[in-house]
């Protein structure tokens, strides 16, 4: 395979389907990743995937991913709206990073319309519900084969 690409999900999104589906929509991270994975296949891409819901594994998920990963998607869950330990992990790798959101979250509650994140990010995909991630995987390959 050509590129290799981290495919990161935070807190509480393994309950994706069964949570709030008014505002997630009813798929489970299990499908969302197969069809990426499947998607990036074809663009002969190798997609590694990893959900935690702790904020030490996902900053150790960034660090190890400086040593084979080419970039990561990130859907940082509510550790987008605070966390300044994976802020400092992603500016620290210098990993090309795109931040996605299956909601839009500006359309959301005020908190959610600040990410710490996304000054060091690529860019920030929102709203899309799972397309967010296949528009997160399209970006970032555009950045990395352009570059």
């Given at each position: 395979?050509?590129?290799?690409?981290?495919?990161?999900?935070?807190?509480?999104?393994?309950?994706?389907?069964?949570?709030?589906?008014?505002?997630?929509?009813?798929?489970?991270?299990?499908?969302?990743?197969?069809?990426?994975?499947?998607?990036?296949?074809?663009?002969?891409?190798?997609?590694?995937?990893?959900?935690?819901?702790?904020?030490?594994a996902l900053v150790e998920a960034i660090h190890q991913a400086r040593t084979w990963a080419n970039g990561i998607?990130?859907?940082?869950?509510?550790?987008?709206?605070?966390?300044?330990?994976?802020?400092?992990?992603?500016?620290?790798?210098?990993?090309?990073?795109?931040?996605?959101?299956?909601?839009?979250?500006?359309?959301?509650?005020?908190?959610?319309?600040?990410?710490?994140?996304?000054?060091?990010?690529?860019?920030?995909?929102?709203?899309?519900?799972?397309?967010?991630?296949?528009?997160?995987?399209?970006?970032?390959?555009?950045?990395?084969?352009?570059?």
């Amino acid at each position: 395979m050509g590129l290799k690409i981290l495919l990161l999900n935070g807190p509480n999104l393994n309950l994706l389907g069964v949570r709030e589906a008014s505002v997630y929509g009813s798929e489970t991270l299990e499908g969302i990743t197969k069809d990426l994975q499947a998607y990036a296949e074809r663009r002969d891409v190798e997609l590694r995937t990893f959900q935690s819901n702790s904020e030490g594994a996902l900053v150790e998920a960034i660090h190890q991913a400086r040593t084979w990963a080419n970039g990561i998607i990130f859907n940082a869950g509510a550790y987008t709206h605070y966390s300044i330990a994976l802020r400092d992990a992603i500016a620290g790798v210098g990993l090309p990073v795109v931040e996605v959101h299956i909601s839009n979250v500006h359309a959301r509650e005020e908190f959610r319309h600040k990410s710490v994140l996304a000054p060091v990010c690529l860019g920030v995909i929102a709203g899309f519900g799972r397309w967010s991630y296949f528009l997160g995987l399209d970006a970032l390959l555009r950045h990395l084969i352009k570059s």
